[in-house]
């Protein structure tokens, strides 16, 4: 149990990576777009806000891995960072929601994201140090 909560950590800060990459990706796409004459509106979409949206929800779903796992198995601290993983994605999706109706808001889902990648990494990180056998004194 101890690899999938390092294993899925790790993939939780690469998706993160891979989130930022898709979002700017989106929006070069969508300056290209509009300086090409397209009609930039509700139906508008591409392949970055796509990925986007898709892999949040992938997240998600690796943060309940992650926590699930922390329960089963003996890695230090590994609950807490995975439950503060858990509450930083939620709080992702509040802020993402909240966003576009407050577009200034999205700078802290930016950060959030970096915390959220930046958690998960400690997390993955503290599964691959065994855990220190007990000795007799």
């Not at 101890?2 to 800060?13: D, H, N, P």
């Amino acid at each position: 149990m101890r690899t999938v909560y390092r294993i899925s950590g790790m993939l939780i800060a690469i998706a993160v990576a891979l989130q930022v990459a898709s979002i700017a990706l989106s929006g070069f796409t969508i300056a290209k777009d509009a300086n090409n004459g397209t009609a930039i509106g509700a139906d508008y979409s591409n392949f970055g806000e796509a990925y986007h949206s898709i892999a949040g929800m992938v997240i998600g779903l690796l943060a309940l891995v992650l926590l699930i796992a922390s329960f089963l198995t003996d890695v230090p601290r590994g609950r807490t960072l995975a439950g503060v993983v858990v509450l930083l994605v939620a709080l992702q999706f509040v802020l993402a929601t909240v966003s576009f109706g407050v577009p200034a808001l999205g700078v802290l889902h930016g950060l959030n994201g970096l915390a959220v990648a930046a958690v998960a990494s400690v997390a993955s990180r503290r599964a691959v140090v065994p855990k220190e056998p007990v000795t007799s004194a």
